[in-house]
T-cell receptor
Framework: QKEVEQNSGPLSVPEGAIASLNCTYS??????FFWYRQYSGKSPELIMS????GDKEDGRFTAQLNKASQYVSLLIRDSQPSDSATYLC????????FGAGTRLTVKP | NAGVMQNPRHLVRRRGQEARLRCSPV?????VYWYRQLPEEGLKFMVY????????ESGMPKERFSAEFPKEGPSILRIQQVVRGDSAAYFC????????????FGPGTRLTVT
């Protein structure tokens, strides 16, 4: 059974802080990893994809991948109230598996 | 540059009726995926299609559910004889290649079975 695990939260951070979202996966052959943001009542929106070990930065977002530890994370710097949403980790290993999501609240 | 289109956005059906959900992928994308999301739950993969082919339907219930992606026209997810437990948001996503490529989601169809 291929599993993608995320802390369900809620995770609460003050405005301007760094939010750290974590995801672990069980299938060692996974090669592609994605982070999506989903606002309540809306569809998932792609934030970042990462395929190689290490860090990938895009604006205030940094994805980190460690295939040996089967771990992928998302850091959000200078968190804003508009970042309040559920963040979904997705892992591809011949089919796309989504974690249950972590609900993030950024407090002004 | 149109994204993934889904219609209808909201669909109400009585128990026993049929529901037809439509999805038009991003122009140039030939891979379509359907997901279901129950309230306060995560996304569950249902089916992955390419034009005229079902690639993976491992997440699709064995009965009452079917999907197609014809050579011309949108992908269709059909639910026959709907039951209350089918009430959910159904999302379609598309990608330019297989499952290792980024998927872009449509706005979803919210199905309510009364």
């Amino acid at each position: 059974q291929k599993e993608v695990e995320q802390n369900s939260g809620p995770l609460s951070v003050p405005e301007g802080a760094i939010a750290s979202l974590n995801c672990t996966y069980s299938d060692r052959v996974s090669q592609s990893f994605f982070w999506y943001r989903q606002y309540s009542g809306k569809s998932p929106e792609l934030i970042m994809s990462i395929y190689s070990n290490g860090d990938k930065e895009d604006g205030r977002f940094t994805a980190q991948l460690n295939k040996a530890s089967q771990y992928v994370s998302l850091l959000i710097r200078d968190s804003q109230p508009s970042d309040s949403a559920t963040y979904l980790c997705a892992v591809d290993s011949n089919d796309m598996r989504f974690g249950a999501g972590t609900r993030l609240t950024v407090k002004p | 540059n149109a994204g993934v289109m889904q219609n209808p956005r909201h669909l109400v059906r009585r128990r026993g009726q049929e529901a037809r959900l439509r999805c038009s992928p991003v122009k140039g994308h030939s891979h379509v995926y359907w997901y279901r999301q129950l309230p306060e739950e995560g996304l569950k993969f249902m089916v992955y299609l390419q034009k005229e082919n079902i690639i993976d339907e491992s997440g699709m219930p064995k009965e009452r559910f079917s999907a197609e992606f014809p050579k011309e026209g949108p992908s269709i997810l059909r639910i026959q004889q709907v039951v209350r437990g089918d009430s959910a948001a159904y999302f379609c996503a598309s990608s330019v290649g297989g499952t290792s490529y980024e998927q872009y989601f449509g706005p979803g169809t919210r199905l309510t079975v009364t």
